[in-house]
């Protein structure tokens, strides 16, 4: 995706003083908090000094996934892929997948959250010409493994080893 090799991990801490460091199970642990209090894992090409990531993916626990039907436009370049409970790129700017994964926000009430969403985007000036959104799927699959694993979830997720070839709409 963004034809290099070398990549560096967001340095320093966050707005409330944590490491900015990407962890499995921090982003496991924090998956219920809202957005800025997340661990995302965002990466950066070694060496790059714009400041711009080259990706970022961020999980969080959510109450319904979209489907199939809901949010494609005549026209977009929206692509899907039999996978989790519903996964789409975006041309290569970003990918979603959303799996089946139950949680429970300590913080709250005893309900569960039945779904976990991770999401990539990626930023343009970053990416490499050749980058797909195919790639950037893989990408987030395998991440997406990962996690479920960390959370228990993983015979549930109904997450591939390998991408299928995606759905055009």
Do not use: W
């Not at 219920?32 to 894992?41: F, V």
């Not at 990706?55 to 959510?62: E, N, R, T």
């Amino acid at each position: 995706m963004a034809g290099t090799e070398k990549f560096t991990e967001l340095p320093g801490t966050n707005d409330f003083g944590k490491p900015n460091k990407f962890s499995l199970k921090k982003s496991a642990d924090t998956l219920h908090n809202d957005m800025t209090q997340r661990n995302q894992c965002v990466v950066f090409k070694s060496g790059d000094t714009t400041g711009h990531p080259l990706i970022s993916v961020d999980f969080s626990a959510v109450k319904q996934h979209p489907t199939t039907t809901t949010g494609t436009s005549e026209g977009s370049d929206l692509s899907t892929y039999q996978m989790g409970v519903y996964s789409a790129t975006h041309g290569t700017a970003s990918a979603s997948l959303y799996f089946k994964c139950s949680s429970r926000n300590p913080d709250q009430s005893p309900q569960s959250t039945p779904y976990v969403e991770a999401e990539l985007v990626g930023t343009p000036d970053q990416l490499s010409g050749k980058s797909t959104g195919h790639d950037s799927m893989t990408v987030l699959n395998a991440v997406s493994r990962a996690m479920a694993k960390q959370l228990g979830c993983a015979s549930q997720a109904s997450l591939p080893s390998r991408v299928p070839a995606a759905q055009t709409n």
